[in-house]
């Protein structure tokens, strides 16, 4: 699976971008999907997650953007989503897309694949 992230950009605080990533492949929805976050001099951090059925959605956020961050998916697009609203300057970094064939979880350890990563930077 190859994944490209787009989306990213400037945006002042309070502010929503929607980030996207495009999945190659036939094989998308054998896969759960996670945007993780990675800003200058910290460690990559786990965004939010989406589970791979289509017929139950199942979701998890981290704690800091619960209420603003929505993640979704169309399946048959092979592109998985992130709705970010309320922007805060601590939320700027790098936002990385993944897809964990082994279950949807919190760790960079459990993601198989990456998309290249898309910067978004938020002004105060």
């Known amino acids: 699976v190859q994944l490209q992230a787009c989306g990213g950009g400037l945006v002042q605080a309070g502010g929503s971008l929607r980030l996207s990533c495009a999945a190659s492949?036939?094989?998308?929805?054998?896969?759960?999907m996670g945007w993780f976050r990675q800003a200058p001099g910290k460690e990559r951090e786990f965004v939010a997650g989406?589970?791979?059925?289509?017929?139950?959605?199942?979701?998890d956020y981290a704690d800091f953007v619960k209420g603003r961050f929505t993640i979704s998916r169309d399946n048959a697009k092979n592109t998985v989503y992130l709705q970010m609203n309320s922007l805060k300057p601590e939320d700027t970094a790098v936002y990385y897309c993944?897809?964990?064939?082994?279950?949807?979880?919190?760790?960079?350890?459990?993601?198989?694949?990456w998309g290249q990563g898309t910067q978004v930077t938020v002004s105060s």
């Open positions: 993944a897809a964990s064939g082994s279950g949807l979880g919190r760790r960079v350890s459990e993601y198989d694949y």
């Open positions: 492949g036939r094989t998308f929805n054998s896969y759960d």
């Open positions: 989406i589970r791979r059925s289509v017929y139950i959605r199942v979701t």
